[in-house]
Structure formats: C-alpha cells, structure tokens
C-alpha cells in the first residue's frame, strides 16, 4: 500500500529515490567517509536549472562528481537527452 501512495507523489520523479543524489531538486551533502581528504567540491549553474558539482583533488586534478537538475525546468527524459547532448562539452569545460 505505501509504495502506491509514494509512486502517486513522485509522478514523472518516479526515479527520485534511486537516484536521490543526481535528480533531487534540493541540495544535500553526502558525508565524506575519511574526513582527512582534503578535497573541496563547489557547485556551478552551467544554465537556468542545470548545477554541475566539481571536486578538485589533491594534486589540482578536477573530477565531476554530479549533474543536478531542476524539476521545475525538466523532466527525466529531457535531463537525460541534455545530459547526452551536453557531455562533452561539460567535461571540456569544466575539467
């Protein structure tokens, strides 16, 4: 019964909770299993409602720990045909 009511309350964000980290419309933090990495991530908005999180690691490598984007803008097919078509480009940009 409960997972009928929680696949009514998601409608096209049916995928939400496997995929929290990388669809969630609102921001959260992973804890960092061995705090003493210092490691740094920040996030930034490549257009309206597309956020690309970074991680420089030590040695001043870049890797790109995760695309988010905002429901309000797209939906799950739509982020996906964008992620397809955006990539590259990302990778090139950003790393």
Known sequence: MASGIAGAKTG?????????????????EL??????????????QDEPGVYI???????????????RFSRERFEETHARLWWEENRARIQEQYL
């Open 12 to 28: 096209t964000s049916s995928i939400d909770g496997s995929v929290r980290t990388s669809m969630s419309r609102e921001s959260e």
């Open 53 to 67: 999180t970074i991680r420089a690691l030590p040695g001043g490598a870049k890797e790109l720990r995760r695309v």
């Open 31 to 44: 804890s960092i299993s061995n705090a003493s990495d210092m490691e740094t991530e920040w996030v930034e």
